[in-house]
């Protein structure tokens, strides 16, 4: 390391000095048997871990940081491994979502707070995604994304199964009568039989693929499989190249422009991607800066066919997709078809045309041509209307096609305690051309905006072989899940927003077509229920929580905390000592 290089990096301020203060910082660190030269004037890399116990899809990552490191020391970096808040969607309750933002400022405020020149944001289960991306580019520093990858295709009695999708059709078949509990049960242990995160087309996997076709990772991050040599392979690269990215100062910011996002919406509508990259991608945006709306999921993303046939939307696995050539293979075929920024800048120095021109196709079953789409406009639709001023969206190509044009009677559930108590009463009064509603499931609401949007049918519904309904609220929907399910309404019914004014029995009307969500009540009528409405309850007074209510933005916005908004740069902070 030349002494020019010697200053040359934010660290420097930390272990640059050769006076009280460089002594403290570099004798301390020394406890760890780092040598001498550790503190030549190399660059710092910081490694963003979430790995943690209670997050399985995450519980590999010990592992492959080791991998990070290793590239990052033969770079001529410096590599130093932090923990972060880690988000389980298996176990935290009551949402991970609720925790989003907050882990989001444990990164921004642990990267801004250390000797930190450049950072690996490793990802993995569904949260952790946005909230690492969040966080980082509040600093914009150079950051590259490490996915932790899906697990291996499950198992069961000789037929794939898919995380989360199966687990909501085998609770619908024992709801039916058409399975048993014993059955139920037996699929457990195939379901999931590696490490990795959901293995279907599910939030995780969407956003390990937002990664890519962000230009935040490494080309093939998103599919490769968590237990395949190659994802140790892609860490170790991840290491080297991060090293050369603060060389070159590429930080976030020359990456997340509005080029990538474009192209991040359309891959989604191309892969038949999760409903919650909409929010990630909007709060995202507005950590840049981005001038990037809800509407523009709508515009962007409908003409856009789904080519990737992967549960919920279709039949296949990320494992399947992997060995078809994955994201790139998609990402060609959207920029041979005029749906690709193909100049926008990728973390690897390339252009996005450059990682995927030369991409084949080794399975057409699983990657469909374009020719031959599995849906001929997916996408996210944006609904607006009465009943959602602010917008509220629908994924077509989990929908039933013929409940995309439907107006029906609305069954209301004022909250999810509510739906459990009112769904399996035998005398509920529904029936199959009904719109469930499910109220104060919002951001506020919940509070977090829950993944309860998906609510399961009535038995006496499912019953008569029915799978399928009208499903309206401010919630989100699990990745992995499916049906003709309208989530995100915004304003939501906890901040006022109309939804809190349906009852038992107004028509509701969804055209999806037309992009309207339509409550068949007269205005006089919803502003006289406007006067009896009382806002609900906080669930808790206090702590992290009343901060969140008091200050998360609505769906449409990201839901991200109004403060939290923007990039704050990462100077190096007032000296402690």
Known sequence: MSKSDKGKYRSAAWFGPADRDGFIHRSWMKNQGFPDDAFDGRPVIGICNTWSELTPCNAHFRELAEYVKRGVWEAGGFPLEFPVTSLGETLMRPTTMLFRNLASMDVEESIRANPIDGVVLMVGCDKTTPSLMMGAASCDLPALCLSGGPMLNGKYRGKDIGSGTSVWQFSEAVRAGEMTLQDFMAAEAGQSRSVGHCMTMGTASTMASMVESLGMGLPSNAAIPAADSRRRTLAHLVGRRIVEMVHEDLRMSKVLTRAAFENAVRANGAIGGSTNAVVHLLALAGRVGVDFTLDDWDKLGKDVPTIVDLMPSGRFLMEDFYYAGGLPVVLKALGDNGLLNKDALTVNGQTMWDNVKDAENFNEEVIHPVSKPLVESGGIAVLRGNLAPSGAIIKPSAATPELMQHKGRAVVFESIEHYKERVDDPDLDVDETCVLVLKNCGPKGYPGMAEVGNMGLPPK?????????????????????????????????????????????????????????????????????????????????????????????????????????????????????
Do not use: N
């Not at 068949?520 to 006289?528: F, I, P, T, Y």
């Not at 609505?554 to 990462?570: H, M, P, T, W």
């Open 461 to 577: 519904i499912l019953a008569k072989g029915v799978k399928d309904m009208v499903r309206i609220s401010d919630a989100r929907m699990s990745g992995t899940a499916y049906g003709t399910v309208v989530l995100h309404v915004a304003p939501e019914s906890a901040a006022g927003g109309p939804l809190a004014l349906v009852q038992d029995g107004d028509m509701v009307e969804l055209d999806v077509a037309g992009r309207r969500l339509h409550l068949d009540v007269s205005d006089e009528e919803l502003a006289r229920r406007r006067e009896a409405w009382t806002p609900p309850a906080p669930e808790m007074d206090g702590g992290y929580q009343k901060l969140y209510v008091d200050h998360v933005l609505q769906a449409d916005k990201g839901a991200d905390l109004d403060f939290l908004v923007g990039c704050r740069g990462a100077a190096v902070p007032r000296d402690s000592h």
